[in-house]
């Protein structure tokens, strides 16, 4: 395996020296900050909200989240190198009591329940049926979850995009979500998309 190969196949699940390269990149790379920037401003977190984010990564969303007075939020990942980065990157949450930072999977977590959940880049890789699941028994009732993804396989079009979020917007119906709708964002080679939705009571 190549050395970009090694390093491409730690974004699912990072580990080691390499896991701390992809955790870096994931920090730093352009689209990755455009796609987290926009994910939170449509999460909209407000005064006194609870907030997760599944999948946190090295804490960036999440940075950008807590930057909102009087937020406080949990980030749950399964790779202890993204966890720890995310500590380190928000000491000063950590530290006063508003962000907790939790290695494991949403099937293990037992804070909350939240106000708002989302993911950035996680629902490619996870049962949708289960995730769905899993967010409406940690949210609160009419609690919000946003859901963002790029698709990234060779040769990935629009379509593939949306066809996802298609997908994805039947299986949170079926589970009693409401108010659903789909934004995009353009990126190059295919735009982002973040299905929305509000759990039922």
């Known amino acids: ?53 599944v999948g946190c990564g090295p804490g960036v969303a999440l940075e950008l989240c807590l930057k909102r007075a009087g937020v ?3 980030g749950v990942d399964h790779s ?25 999977t949403v099937e293990t977590l037992r804070e909350g329940p939240f ?10 890789f996870v049962d949708r049926a289960a995730f769905v699941a899993q967010m409406k028994r940690l949210l609160k009732p009419g609690g919000l979850l946003a859901t963002t ?17 298609t997908q994805l917007t039947e299986v949170l119906s079926a589970a009693g979500f409401a108010a659903l709708r789909t934004e995009e964002l353009d990126l190059k080679p295919v735009p982002a998309v973040c299905v929305i939705g509000r759990r039922g009571a």
């Open 1 to 53: 395996m190549s050395l970009r190969s090694s390093v491409v196949s730690q974004f699912q699940r990072p580990r080691g020296l390499l896991g701390r390269v992809a955790g870096w990149i994931l920090a730093g790379r352009g689209s990755n900050l455009q796609r987290n920037r926009w994910t939170v401003d449509l999460v909209d977190a407000a005064h006194g909200e609870f907030v997760l984010e």
């Open 72 to 74: 406080r939020a949990v």
């Open 80 to 104: 202890d190198v993204m966890i720890a980065q995310a500590g380190k990157r928000n000491r000063r949450a950590v530290k006063a009591g508003r962000l907790k930072l939790v290695e494991g």
């Open 115 to 124: 106000d708002k959940a989302f993911s950035i880049n996680v629902i490619q």
């Open 149 to 165: 993804y790029q698709p990234r396989r060779a040769n990935a079009t629009r379509a593939d995009a949306l066809k996802l979020a």
